[in-house]
């Protein structure tokens, strides 16, 4: 949310790259937030199952979160918002040389997709289908197995 109202502000929010640096905002995060947890609360040890989960957990809220966000910026802070993706868009179809007619017939489609509450489940689903896929490759450097005979004993007492 942070990163998205910097982006806002600055007047970038609907350039390719804000996009792209919003995966490195996540990798980030991702990568902060499993490591916090393997070490405060996990004995510096945890499989890639262990990571997946808390990775897909971290995703899961942090999308819900968003979306609430974003839903509350489409309708309230700016309802032209929407407006301004398909000007964007267009643009973009035009650069590309697409057909006027081609271009309005992907933008009429869009339209029926683009109102607040589609692109609220959209976003919620691509952004934990994304997340899944950060997820699966972040757990593998995230995790840290250690000696699993010393782990299991670590709970008998003597």
């Known amino acids: 949310i942070v990163y998205s109202v910097l982006m806002y502000i600055l007047g970038l929010n609907l350039k390719s790259f804000s ?3 919003s995966y490195l905002v996540i990798i980030l995060i991702l990568v902060y937030t499993t490591k916090a ?4 609360y996990m004995n510096n040890v945890m499989t890639y199952g262990q990571a997946l989960g808390f990775g897909m957990l971290i995703i899961t809220v942090g999308s819900l979160i968003y979306i609430i966000y974003n839903y509350i910026f ?3 802070i700016d309802p032209g918002y929407l407006d301004k ?3 964007v868009a267009e643009e973009k179809m035009l650069e ?3 057909a006027d007619e081609q ?11 683009m109102n607040p ?3 609220s489940v959209w976003g919620f689903v691509g952004s934990v289908f994304f997340g899944f896929i950060i997820t699966l490759i972040t757990s593998i450097f995230l995790k840290k197995e250690g ?10 007492e003597e």
């Open 96 to 98: 590309r040389g697409m």
């Open 85 to 87: 993706v398909l000007a």
């Open 74 to 76: 489409i309708t309230i």
């Open 37 to 40: 947890y393997r070490e405060k």
């Open 19 to 21: 996009g792209w640096l």
């Open 117 to 119: 509450i589609m692109t």
């Open 147 to 156: 000696d699993s005979f010393e782990s299991t004993m670590q709970n008998v």
């Open 103 to 113: 271009v309005e017939m992907a933008l009429s489609m869009q339209r029926k997709m």
